[in-house]
Nanobody
């Protein structure tokens, strides 16, 4: 059984920054791609970013490219999402997830999910 636990969400002002973390347990973390998704009220869950097991290759949604950075520390079994230049439209619940595939940009390509962490960006 895999467990993913997100942290680091909260309230930020537009133009500010937040760093999300996702700690994993239960299987060989370094063998799987990791991704971040988000879901705003009344909207479908959408892809944000993904990173390959080695951490050397990443992919981003157009809406966050050049503002967000995904990274991972395989020794700590943790994946991060650094969010800079935040916008009000970034407000959502952010989820991390694990996938045996890369690049994996669809929710059905991920087999384990965290419980989510709320990010709220005020103007």
């Amino acid at each position: 059984q895999v467990q993913l636990v997100e942290s680091g969400g909260g309230l930020a002002q537009a133009g500010g920054s937040l760093r999300l973390s996702c700690a994993a347990s239960g299987r060989a973390f370094s063998n799987y791609a990791m991704g971040w998704f988000r879901q705003a009220p009344g909207k479908e869950r959408e892809f944000v970013a993904t990173i390959i097991p080695s951490g050397h290759t990443t992919r981003y949604a157009d809406a966050v490219r050049d503002r967000f950075t995904i990274s991972r520390d395989n020794a700590k079994k943790t994946v991060y999402l650094q969010m800079n230049s935040l916008k009000t439209e970034d407000t959502a619940v952010y989820y991390c997830a694990s996938s045996p595939r890369f690049p994996a940009t669809w929710t059905n390509e991920y087999d384990y999910w965290g419980q989510g962490t709320q990010v709220t960006v005020s103007s």
